[in-house]
């Protein structure tokens, strides 16, 4: 069973820089896993940032930033504000129609 | 405007069964692989399901595999979770996404709860 891993908790501090990343157990992400990443807070549905490890979607502010960084994808987020405090999750894409999220890394801003 | 509208989710027993709905809107439905996606209370995302265009290719988590069924209806804009051999470890919020062709999920509906409990 293939288990994605994201940091459980991060804070970063206004105006402060963040990158949160994104693995597998056992292997590189590549960009033939297309990372994305969704923005989540409590009570809503996930709202998409990032697609294809680096490609913002529409409306997503440039201080998000998908990248490969050595053997996981990562989301950088600069100048931190209040309203980034949320859950992240990524998701990479496994072939043959298959997805697996991960854990979620809970983002607070302090 | 895009929107994916679900349905269906309630209160069922363990061994239950039920069905949920997602009502495409504001886009062609029938060009679009759709997503399910769930999450537990207080848990994080998990890929359920997904459903090709046409519905000639399907796929399921190994948690759901066997018990459930995904569809879809072009005609009718919407797509369908059978959930049978319900299990306490299903109660989530289940979503369905759209899909985009570099696989990945650029709309979501909102989400129905589905609760299983004796």
Known sequence: ????????????????????????????????????????????????????????????????????????????????QADDESDYYCVLYLGSDIWVFGGGTKLTVL | EVQLVESGGGLVKPGGSLRLSCGGSGFTFSSYSMNWVRQAPGKGLEWVSSISSSSYYISYADSVKGRFTISRDNAENSLFLQMNSLRAEDTAVYYCARVLGTYYMDVWGKGTTVTVSS
């Open chain 1, 1 to 80: 069973q293939t288990v994605v891993t994201q940091e459980p908790s991060f804070s970063v501090s206004p105006g402060g820089t963040v990158t949160l990343t994104c693995g597998f157990t056992t292997g590189s992400v590549s960009s033939d896993n297309y990372p994305s990443w969704y923005q989540q807070t409590p009570g809503q549905a996930p709202r998409t940032l990032i697609h294809s490890t680096k490609i913002r979607s529409s409306g997503v502010p440039d201080r998000f930033f998908g990248s490969i960084l050595g053997n996981k994808a990562a989301l950088t987020i600069t100048g931190a």
